[in-house]
């Protein structure tokens, strides 16, 4: 069993930068690749970025790539997201979740958190 408690949500204006974080508890987190996604209202879950076990590959999706950046801590078990140059579209529940295979699809995430409000204003 794993246990991701996200973090550091909040409102800021668009262009601004935000940090948020996912603490993992539980089973060995080195067993576990990291991914982020975010669901906004009336919308389906989308995929953001994905972290390897190791933090040694990563991926994301082409809306954020080059503004977003995925990293691990496997000392501390956290997943952070650095989220630059925001835009409205970007307001959504931020999730991060667990899976045995990296770069896998939602449905193969065996844990998730229970996720984090990010608010862009214009």
């Known amino acids: 069993q794993v246990q991701l408690v996200e973090s550091g949500g909040g409102l800021v204006q668009a262009g601004g930068s935000l940090r948020i974080s996912c603490a993992a508890s539980?089973?060995?987190?080195?067993?576990?690749?990291m991914g982020w996604f975010r669901q906004a209202p009336g919308k389906e879950r989308e995929f953001v970025a994905a972290?390897?076990?190791?933090?040694?590959?990563?991926y994301y999706a082409s809306s954020v790539k080059g503004r977003f950046t995925i990293s691990r801590d496997n000392v501390k078990k956290t997943v952070h997201l650095q989220m630059n140059s925001l835009k409205p579209e970007d307001t959504a529940v931020y999730y991060c979740g667990a899976t045995r295979i990296y770069m896998s699809a939602p449905k193969d995430y065996a844990y998730w958190g229970q996720g984090t409000q990010v608010t862009v204003s214009s």
């Open positions: 539980g089973r060995t987190f080195t067993n576990y690749a």
């Open positions: 972290i390897s076990w190791n933090g040694g590959n990563t």
